[in-house]
């Protein structure tokens, strides 16, 4: 059984920080490609950044110079650091692992950007 769980999550005020874990079993994060997502009642999930392999990383252009995807392979969890959060950051993250045809998703955990 192949499980995702995302942590990390919470309030922050803007201009604060967060990292978020995607803590795998059932699979190794280093064979698949891992991302991560957000989603906001209303709209489309949106992809946040992705890692594909080592050193093959890919940042969304609202997340640039502020958010970082980062594994540990020992410890098969993959990390989306987020600095200098703005209040449109709010979401639910997710995080994903994707192989040929196989996806699998996590739960999810709420970020709230918020004074």
């Known amino acids: 059984q192949v499980l995702l769980v995302e942590s990390g999550g919470g309030l922050v005020e803007p201009g604060g920080s967060l990292r978020l874990s995607c803590a795998a079993s059932?699979?190794?994060?280093?064979?698949?490609?891992m991302h991560w997502y957000r989603q906001t009642p209303g709209k489309e999930r949106e992809l946040v950044a992705q890692q594909t392999g080592p050193g093959g990383t890919y940042v969304a252009p609202f997340a640039e110079d502020r958010f970082t995807i980062s594994g540990d392979y020992d410890k098969n969890t993959i990390y989306l650091q987020m600095n200098n959060l703005d209040p449109e950051d709010t979401a639910d993250y997710y995080c994903?692992?994707?192989?040929?045809?196989?996806?699998?998703w996590g739960q999810g955990t709420r970020v709230i950007v918020s004074s």
């Open positions: 059932g699979i190794r994060v280093s064979e698949y490609d």
């Open positions: 994903c692992a994707r192989r040929l045809s196989d996806s699998f």
